[in-house]
């Protein structure tokens, strides 16, 4: 349970501790503390003040905010002041109806122990019931020879909360020793050791129970890696301090060689203002005394659920979701009111549905499941909950059923025998609601209305039915929709997958997760280092959102989570750290999400999409957003029709390219201007044809790299140099291997060695021979690279062979112009491909054209590191989002101002099944996209994606596959290799 302490005082100087919760405050009329206790901090302006603003709260809201942040401006020290108004407040020592695990429930796997969970007022009340369901589910594990070892987080939860009530009790009044303490038992990850050390630090002369109590749990840890400390590296100001840094931490073992290593190295002492050391000493266990040591940020209950409260339609279900999810750990009652009133409500799906990503975010492919086997072998659907517990979960809802009655928390439905009555549909029922197929549009997981109706009429024991009820009003209430869209149709399920052994083609690493709690399961894209492990994925230290949360990011990555508070459009951004928990957070303008757009006369809300002729736009926060789009009018006369090329401004599809500021080649000055560039921020020809190196930019002891990008963010604001200046060194062996490829293609370890032999780079990644010699190829982003493997490691797809010559023209009336004269390479395969905007050849793809917003982008450039946004780093961020590895991902910035993501797939030839993984793969981002789920926007700079639109390669009949030209395959041969080499760059 979060508490804030304060210290009492009672007869002749006692002091002893209150609980005083958040709840049990708001409990408090405003008005009900005496005058005096203000007067009482007439020494402290800014303690009175906060005094006198809890007088005048006339808004629980307000008086919850005032109570939280008393502390900051009344000390510890201003007993008196404490004591009086702790004094004026009615039942502040009674036990709270919350209890120390309450928070944990959500982490509970079977429906009914979590609903027990929620109900309950101590630990011992939930395991008669949830004990059970658990050694059910893990004897089942046992038996199908799965590890259950760490997979019963909700108990390790409760315990690890209730250990933490009881070690940090002792911290009596000294708040600082209590927040810190609290601090430990937040994760189930290790504790870092800058954590474990500030409990020492301000904990050691309070009471020496609390460190004896909090050692015993860190010492069950194992001793953190020396390489969790890499990130650190980067903090040198010295080039070669930094290369020499990783090399130390990748090679020594010991604290003292690291030290030494890094002190001969860098020639600097270990001082605390230096910020390397200061970032290693705090992620060591001997942290040097001079470092200040700063409490971890909370991030509340569950940050990426609470990020979902702002989706709710009623004030109601809005305020108690903030109250469960945010700083407060929420009670008994208010857990109860939001199971009747918001679980099930059909107006607050948006926000049930983004709970539900974070919980469990929907999943391509289900296997190995031995109750539900209807649902294996469906590698390219997507379900919430394909494992083991869910599939034990719908044996037991079965059993349960068999005894005559379906318990729902607002209704209970008799039946009659569903052993003997449609007993098949009875269990694609139960196994639907566990396993939870969900549609990439909706994401619910809901059956059919008709599907409802019918089993109730059929097998529901009419005589019981509840007064006034029938099947079709207890399905109005269960299932309101027969959107094939928005609920599950219970015939796919009523008979196996016909896949058979095809299934293969696709695979899914990370489906069951294979690491553990405190990891993030990533797709292993790179390949295989000689004589190293070979596995499929990785797993990679992440930061959980939240102290029973979960929802895991990647370490070293920057996460935006709303404030502590809850307060709609109010957002922090901060950093996944070593220790597990996010660090250095700041503080971002809040953005008013009441504010809507007036378009037409008509007011649209935020995060509503829409289209404007043929323009897709997005209201966020009251600005209007929209693509840029040439649109046709339809009263145009034929001739008009004819003249449309589809492109900005309706520009000729004539193709003499210009290199604008931002990066990006254009196919001409027309659309260049059209776009908003001024005729000085942009020069004739492509920019990668252009030297940024000539004349030299850099200072006399560096060396200027060319590093091409395109950037998303304000080139007036925070540039785009299409170069990089490195320090001048006479050695490279310090460098890690990062391979790069010459122009002779010849290979070296890094950049360093490259650069300093006077050659030139071709491209990232290991040299291909396939890319030995010099064959031009045009990308679809209409630039032209030396080879397919150049293209590759930009993240672009290749449109054509050879030079680039022609812009894709965009409309349905025109000619293909210059496009005429380009010869594309597809073979046939029954499915109807993409073209993406601006190019000239088809392709075989799930196709994403994303809105984005630019004003948010330059708010986190200019908050975190003052660098620009660049396509490549969006590109690279989504790609960790697409669990198939036989798909991977491309884009580029359009001629249309849009984010164009491509899901492609990489095998030689690329077979049915693996075409349609890439579809639901586009499908399941877009859907991420347009709902604002967390599982995107909980990452910067995703979180600036406001709108998409997808298109995906269907399949055809077979008469409409005869019109197709006979074309050859071209390039697809070098996908499969180059994706899993260069590709991971």
């Not at 990533?522 to 190293?532: A, H, L």
């Not at 490195?726 to 060695?753: A, K, W």
Request: charged residues 20%; hydrophobic residues 30%.
């Amino acid at each position: 349970m979060a508490t804030r302490t304060v210290p009492l005082q009672r007869g002749t100087g006692e002091t002893r501790m209150a609980l005083v919760t958040v709840p049990a405050l708001l409990l408090l009329l405003p008005g009900v503390v005496g005058s005096s206790c203000c007067y009482l901090a007439k020494s402290n302006l800014m303690c009175r003040d906060v005094c006198e603003q809890i007088l005048a709260s006339k808004s629980d809201s307000h008086l919850k905010h005032l109570l939280q942040r008393a502390p900051e401006y009344c000390p510890e020290s201003m007993g008196e002041v404490w004591a009086c108004i702790n004094s004026s407040l009615p039942g502040v020592l009674k036990k709270s109806d919350g209890w120390v695990g309450l928070g944990c429930c959500e982490l509970a796997i079977v429906v009914e122990c979590r609903q027990a969970c929620k109900q309950a007022s101590s630990k011992n009340d939930i395991l008669k019931i949830c004990r059970k369901e658990y050694e059910v589910v893990d004897q089942y594990m046992l038996e199908n020879g799965e590890d259950s070892r760490g997979r019963n987080v909700l108990f390790s939860c409760i315990n690890r909360n209730e250990m933490g009530s009881v070690c940090c009790s002792y911290a009596g009044h000294h708040t600082n020793c209590r927040e810190y303490c609290q601090a430990i038992f937040r994760t189930d990850s290790s504790p870092g050791p800058s954590q474990i050390k500030a409990v020492e630090s301000y904990c050691a002369s309070v009471s020496p129970q609390l460190i004896h109590c909090v050692n015993n749990y860190t010492q069950s840890y194992p001793m953190r890696n020396s390489t969790d400390s890499l990130y650190c590296c980067d903090r040198a100001e010295a080039y070669a301090c930094q290369t020499a840094c990783k090399r130390i931490l990748m090679s020594m073992k010991t604290e003292h060689e690291i030290v030494d290593g890094l002190i001969e190295s860098c020639k600097t002492k270990p001082l605390p203002q230096d910020p390397l050391w200061q970032c290693f000493l705090e992620g060591s266990r001997s942290v040097h005394p001079g470092v200040t040591v700063h409490p971890p940020p909370s991030t509340g209950l569950d940050g990426a659920k609470l990020h979902c409260c702002s989706k709710a339609n009623t004030s109601t279900c809005r305020e108690l979701c903030t109250k469960l999810y945010s700083s407060s750990w929420g009670n008994t009652q208010s857990w109860q009111e939001f199971d009747r009133i918001c679980e099930y409500s059909a107006v607050e799906v948006s926000m049930l549905t983004c709970l539900a990503d974070v919980r469990e975010p929907c999943q391509l492919g289900c296997r190995n499941l031995s109750y539900c086997t209807n649902f294996n072998n469906r590698p390219t659907e997507l379900f919430r909950s394909c494992n083991a517990q869910s599939d034990q979960g719908a044996m037991n809802d079965m059993k349960l059923w068999e005894k005559g009655s379906i318990k729902m928390p607002f209704i209970n439905i008799p039946v009659l025998d569903i052993k003997k009555c449609q007993p098949e549909m009875w269990k694609a029922i139960a196994c639907s609601l566990q396993i939870k197929p969900c549609h990439s549009k909706s994401r619910g997981s809901i059956i059919c209305k008709s599907d409802c109706v019918k089993i109730l009429k059929k097998c529901g024991d009419v005589s019981k039915f509840p007064d006034g009820h029938m099947a079709e009003t207890i399905c109005d209430l269960l299932s309101p929709t027969d959107d094939l869209e928005t609920c599950i149709p219970l015939d796919t399920y009523i008979r196996p997958s016909n896949l058979g052994n095809i299934v293969e083609d696709v695979t899914h690493p990370c489906n069951p997760n294979p690491c553990a709690g405190n990891q993030l399961c990533e797709v292993n894209r790179k390949g295989c280092q000689p004589g190293g492990p070979c596995l499929p994925y990785f797993c990679v230290q992440g930061c959980k959102l939240g102290e029973a949360s979960d929802f895991i990011v990647r370490q070293g990555t920057l996460i935006q989570v709303p404030s502590s508070a809850g307060d709609v459009g109010c957002y922090k951004i901060c950093m996944c750290g070593q220790s597990g928990l996010l660090e250095n957070c700041i503080e971002m303008h809040c953005v008013d999400l009441q504010k809507s757009c007036i378009v037409g006369g008509q007011r649209k809300s935020h995060g509503t999409s829409f289209k404007i002729d043929c323009n897709v736009c997005s209201c966020f926060a009251g600005n209007l957003i929209c693509s840029t789009r040439q649109c046709l009018n339809e009263h145009s006369s034929d001739d008009e029709r004819h003249m449309f090329t589809g492109l900005p401004c309706n520009c000729a599809d004539q193709f003499v390219p210009v290199c604008g500021q931002n990066g990006r080649t254009y196919p001409s000055a027309c659309i260049a201007r059209c776009v908003g560039l001024q005729d000085n921020q942009f020069e004739f020809g492509y920019c990668l044809s252009k030297n940024p190196c000539n004349p030299n930019p850099c200072l006399k002891n560096y060396r200027c790299i060319p590093k091409p990008q395109v950037c998303l963010t304000s080139f007036e604001k925070f540039g785009c140099n299409q170069y990089e200046c490195v320090p001048r060194q006479f050695s490279c062996g310090d460098q890690l291997r990062d391979p790069v490829c010459d122009t002779d293609n010849i290979e070296y370890n890094n950049l360093c060695t490259l650069h300093q032999k006077g050659k030139s780079v071709s491209y990232k990644g290991p040299c291909q021979s396939f890319c030995k010699s010099v064959e031009l190829v045009c990308g679809q982003n209409g630039e032209t690279y030396s080879n397919v493997c150049a293209a590759y490691s930009d993240r672009v797809a290749v449109d054509y062979h050879g030079p680039c010559q022609a812009v894709g023209s965009l409309s349905d009336y025109s000619s293909q112009g210059e496009c005429l004269s380009v010869q594309c390479s597809l073979s046939a395969i029954g499915y109807k491909p993409v073209i993406p905007p601006g190019a000239c050849c088809p392709l075989y793809a799930g196709m994403l054209r994303v809105l984005y917003d630019k004003e948010k982008l330059d708010t986190f450039a200019r908050i975190t590191n003052k660098r620009p946004i660049t396509v490549l780093e969006i590109l690279q961020k989504i790609r960790l989002h697409v669990s198939v590895p036989q798909c991977d991902v491309f884009g580029y910035f359009s001629i249309e101002s849009e984010i164009v993501i491509l899901i492609i797939p990489v095998d030689q030839t690329p077979k049915p099944l693996q075409i349609e993984a890439c579809n639901k793969e586009a499908e399941k981002i877009e859907s991420l996209i347009n709902s604002d789920s967390p599982a995107l926007a909980s990452h910067v700079p995703l979180s600036a994606l406001i709108a998409a639109q997808v298109e995906v390669s269907f399949k055809i009949s077979s008469s409409c596959n005869q019109g197709m030209p006979a074309l050859h395959m071209l390039f697809w041969s070098l996908m499969l290799t180059f994706s899993a080499t260069v590709c991971n760059t």
